[in-house]
C-alpha cells in the first residue's frame, strides 16, 4: 500500500513565521527552514525574538486564524486523500494550527507542542528529533510504500528516507544542491507523481 507524506507550511497552507513577520512588522521572523538547515538553531533564534518582543501566542494565533490553504490546496488534499493514505509530517505546533488544519478538512497530523505559560512562549517540546524521517522509516517497517514531498531544508531527511520523494516548490539553492530530486511547481505535477504506477 502506498502512503503519502507532505510537509504543511510551503506545501499546504502559507509559512507562518513570514505571515507573523509581516503583521508585526519584525523582518528577522522571516527566517524559515527554506533558509536554515537546523531546525533547533531557527527555533532558538524565532523563541529568543518572541521573548525580546514579548509577543504572545494569541498574538500568533490570531495571524493564523486570517490566513487560508494555499490555492488549490483543498481540492488536492481531498483528491489525495480519496485514493491514498495521508500523514503531514511538520515541524508546526499543535497550540495554534488547528484553524487551518480545520480548513483542510483534518487530515492525518503529527508536529510538535510549546511550552506555554500566561500566554507566552517558553520553549518548545518537539515529538521526537528527526521526527519525519523515522516516521517515514517506522512506516516502511509495517510494509507501507512511501511517497514524501517537501519544500525545505528541514524535509531533507524525509525524503531521503522515502521510497520516492519530489520537492514542491522549494528554493533554488536546494534544486542546485540536491539535482537528483524531482520537483514539482504545482499540484497537478505533484498529484501525477504520486499516482504514477510504476514509482
Given at each position: 500500500?502506498?502512503i503519502v507524506?507532505?510537509?504543511?507550511?510551503?506545501?499546504?497552507?502559507?509559512?507562518?513565521?513570514?505571515?507573523?513577520?509581516?503583521?508585526?512588522?519584525?523582518?528577522?521572523?522571516?527566517?524559515?527552514?527554506?533558509?536554515?538547515?537546523?531546525?533547533?538553531?531557527?527555533?532558538?533564534?524565532?523563541?529568543?525574538?518572541?521573548?525580546?518582543?514579548?509577543?504572545?501566542?494569541?498574538?500568533?494565533?490570531?495571524?493564523?486564524?486570517?490566513?487560508?490553504?494555499?490555492?488549490?490546496?483543498?481540492?488536492?488534499?481531498?483528491?489525495?486523500?480519496?485514493?491514498?493514505?495521508?500523514?503531514?509530517?511538520?515541524?508546526?505546533?499543535?497550540?495554534?494550527?488547528?484553524?487551518?488544519?480545520?480548513?483542510?478538512?483534518?487530515?492525518?497530523?503529527?508536529?510538535?507542542?510549546?511550552?506555554?505559560?500566561?500566554?507566552?512562549?517558553?520553549?518548545?517540546?518537539?515529538?521526537?528529533?528527526?521526527?519525519?524521517?523515522?516516521?517515514?522509516?517506522?512506516?516502511?517497517k509495517l510494509?507501507?510504500e512511501v511517497?514524501?514531498?517537501?519544500?525545505?531544508?528541514?524535509?531533507?531527511?524525509?525524503?531521503?528516507?522515502?521510497?520516492?520523494?519530489?520537492?514542491?516548490?522549494?528554493?533554488?539553492?536546494?534544486?542546485?544542491?540536491?539535482?537528483?530530486?524531482?520537483?514539482?511547481?504545482?499540484?497537478?505535477?505533484?498529484?501525477?507523481?504520486?499516482?504514477?504506477?510504476?514509482?
Open positions: 500500500m502506498r507524506c507532505l510537509d504543511l507550511e510551503g506545501v499546504l497552507i502559507p509559512e507562518i513565521w513570514i505571515a507573523f513577520a509581516e503583521k508585526t512588522g519584525v523582518q528577522e521572523l522571516t527566517r524559515t527552514t527554506r533558509d536554515e538547515s537546523n531546525y533547533t538553531i531557527l527555533m532558538e533564534y524565532r523563541l529568543d525574538i518572541l521573548k525580546k518582543n514579548n509577543f504572545t501566542l494569541s498574538q500568533i494565533k490570531e495571524v493564523i486564524d486570517s490566513l487560508e490553504p494555499l490555492p488549490g490546496a483543498i481540492d488536492f488534499t481531498q483528491h489525495l486523500r480519496a485514493k491514498f493514505e495521508l500523514i503531514i509530517l511538520s515541524d508546526t505546533f499543535r497550540e495554534f494550527i488547528g484553524p487551518l488544519m480545520k480548513k483542510l478538512g483534518f487530515p492525518c497530523l503529527f508536529c510538535h507542542e510549546l511550552e506555554v505559560s500566561n500566554d507566552l512562549i517558553h520553549g518548545i517540546k518537539l515529538r521526537l528529533p528527526d521526527h519525519k524521517r523515522k516516521s517515514v522509516q517506522y512506516l516502511q510494509n507501507f511517497v514524501a514531498a517537501g519544500d525545505s531544508y528541514n524535509d531533507l531527511d524525509m525524503l531521503k528516507a522515502a521510497n520516492h520523494c519530489m520537492f514542491f516548490n522549494p528554493p533554488d539553492r536546494l534544486i542546485q544542491e540536491y539535482p537528483d530530486i524531482p520537483v514539482g511547481r504545482n499540484y497537478e505535477q505533484l498529484m501525477s507523481y504520486i499516482e504514477q504506477p510504476s514509482l
